[in-house]
């Protein structure tokens, strides 16, 4: 049996899919114009893809109850989820179904692959480009700091 993917690993793929396949800078843990804090942002100066990882049924359903992101003006301009392989059929049926503008990423050991595209909406915000930008960069100064912490132990 494949061992479940953590939604760390998730992000750590969707870093290689989005920067070194697709050519997106990319941050995650970061809130659109004050809005809901998403988990990981994919971006360019023109665009700005949100996407939320799940990994079970029950916290990608709590999403639609207790966030109101998905009734609101959106602030990105296409969102997708990205589910483990064991929600992906139900993820995808649900989001067809109730959500056609969102796409669904499945993250496999393999990496990322996409089932359903999102596509572009209006976004309701101003882009913030040199805000992502330090938010990338700020992660990757504490990814350093940790590990010069940790070697100089």
Do not use: W
């Not at 997106?24 to 998403?38: F, S, V």
């Not at 709590?62 to 966030?67: C, M, N, P, V, Y």
């Not at 483990?84 to 393999?110: C, H, K, Q």
Request: charged share 30%.
């Amino acid at each position: 049996m494949r061992e479940k993917l953590t939604a760390s690993q998730i992000k750590s793929l969707l870093f290689g899919y989005f920067r070194f396949k697709r050519g997106y800078y990319c941050a995650t843990e970061y809130p659109i114009n004050g809005g809901d804090m998403e988990d990981f942002i994919a971006f360019t100066e023109n665009e700005i893809i949100c996407i939320e990882i799940k990994i079970s049924k029950s916290d990608f359903l709590r999403d639609f109850k207790t966030k109101d992101k998905h009734k609101s003006s959106p602030n990105h301009d296409k969102f997708y989820f990205c589910v483990s392989e064991e929600i992906a059929a139900f993820v995808d049926e649900f989001v067809r179904e109730n959500y056609p503008s969102y796409g669904v990423l499945v993250a496999t050991s393999d990496g990322i692959k996409s089932i359903k595209q999102a596509k572009k909406v209006v976004p309701s915000y101003k882009r913030n480009f040199r805000s992502l930008v330090l938010r990338m960069s700020s992660e990757l100064a504490n990814i350093r700091v940790k590990e010069f912490k940790k070697e100089n132990k």
